[in-house]
């Protein structure tokens, strides 16, 4: 699998609301940068991307302009990510124009994202 079919398939892991984690490095090295939180080593990033999953519904997420790079042993994307979701917690709907960039590391399985960062000019949630 290609950088560019995992990050297209992270897209789509999100919009069936699956298990994220499994995308990401094992790592204590690994971080990962949401609208709204940091989150360091991979045990940290799991735990954020459980409860994401399970606070959360409706996904949809659009890619507007990947860009990957790619060496034998790691690579990187960039995108413009149009995406939605519902907050289970207060029933409320929430849409963002956001900037997507990270990098990724070549493992016997496929890529792992080492590092990922999501943000937008409105602010926070």
């Not at 609301?17 to 990033?45: I, T």
């Not at 994401?52 to 034998?72: A, D, I």
């Not at 990187?76 to 990510?81: A, H, I, P, T």
Request: with cysteine; aromatic share 12%; net charge negative.
């Amino acid at each position: 699998m290609s950088i560019e079919d995992t990050v297209r398939a992270y897209y789509d892991a999100l919009r069936r609301g699956e298990a994220l984690a499994p995308f990401f490095l094992e790592s204590p090295d690994v971080v990962k940068f949401g609208l709204s939180e940091r989150l360091h080593g991979y045990e940290a990033v799991a735990e954020g991307l459980r409860e994401q999953t399970e606070t959360t519904e409706g996904w949809t997420v659009e890619s507007g302009n990947l860009v990957v790079g790619e060496r034998p042993e790691c690579g990187w994307f960039s995108d413009d990510v149009s995406m939605a979701w519902t907050a289970l917690d207060r029933n409320v709907r929430f849409e963002f124009e956001t900037r997507w960039s990270g990098t990724l590391v070549r493992v016997e399985e496929g890529w792992r994202f080492a590092g990922m960062h999501v943000s937008t000019e409105q602010g926070g949630i």
